[in-house]
Nanobody, 126 residues
Framework: QVQVVESGGGLVQAGGSLTLSCTAS????????MGWFRQAPGKEREGVSC????????HYADSVRGRFTISRDNAKNTLSLQMASLKPEDTAMYYC???????????????????WGQGTQVTVSS
């Protein structure tokens, strides 16, 4: 089982950039696909981006494609989300989570992710 902790959230003006990090613990990080999700008050949780266990397969929500970049460094047990051209609509609590790669292969970001972190708040002002 992998456990994760998110960091890097904060307040940024529209058009700005921010990078989120997710640090994983456990000895099996490279067995997991990883994903970034977000949830704003009163809204459903949204899959932002997800990545296969070795980083060879990437998926992005249409709302962030071209602006956000997901990456991972298995040697450091970290997952990152580079966010650029931020919009007020990006304001949400952001979470990272893990899923077994064989489940990711079937369902991508729609798979049932486990091992959720506590989240990090991103607020984009206008």
């Amino acid at each position: 089982q992998v456990q994760v902790v998110e960091s890097g959230g904060g307040l940024v003006q529209a058009g700005g950039s921010l990078t989120l990090s997710c640090t994983a613990s456990g000895s099996t990080f490279d067995n997991f696909a990883m994903g970034w999700f977000r949830q704003a008050p009163g809204k459903e949780r949204e899959g932002v981006s997800c990545i296969s266990r070795r980083g060879g397969v990437l998926h992005y929500a249409d709302s962030v494609r071209g602006r956000f970049t997901i990456s991972r460094d298995n040697a450091k047990n970290t997952l990152s989300l580079q966010m650029a051209s931020l919009k007020p609509e990006d304001t949400a609590m952001y979470y990272c989570a893990a899923v077994r790669d064989y489940l990711f292969a079937v369902a991508g970001c729609r798979a049932r992710y486990n091992n959720w972190g506590q989240g990090t708040q991103v607020t984009v002002s206008s």
